[in-house]
Nanobody, 126 residues
């Protein structure tokens, strides 16, 4: 069993920055791809960014490319999302997820991820 716990969310003004963390327990995730998704009120959960087990590969949604950076520290069993130049439309609950399939490809749909955290709220104000 895997437990994922997100932290670091909060209220920030547009143009500001936040750093989210996702700590894993119950199982080492160093062999698996991880990802961030988000869900705004009234909208479906959407892909934000993914990172391979070695951190050698990353992939971003077009909406966050150049502003967000995904990273991981396998020694700490933790993943991060550095969010800069935040916009009002970045407001959402952010979830981390783990893909235990060991696929060579980074995945972008919610159905391909096996474990999820409970989410952390990010609110961007004007």
């Amino acid at each position: 069993q895997v437990q994922l716990v997100e932290s670091g969310g909060g209220l920030v003004q547009a143009g500001g920055s936040l750093r989210l963390s996702c700590a894993a327990s119950g199982r080492t995730l160093s062999s698996y791809a991880l990802a961030w998704f988000r869900q705004a009120p009234g909208k479906e959960r959407e892909f934000v960014a993914a990172i391979s087990w070695s951190a050698g590969s990353t992939y971003y949604a077009d909406s966050v490319k150049g502003r967000f950076t995904i990273s991981r520290d396998n020694a700490k069993n933790t993943m991060y999302l550095q969010m800069n130049s935040l916009k009002l439309e970045d407001t959402a609950v952010y979830y981390c997820a783990a893909d235990l399939s060991r696929s060579q490809f980074l995945r972008v749909t919610i159905y391909e991820y096996d474990y999820w955290g409970q989410g952390t709220q990010v609110t961007v104000s004007s």
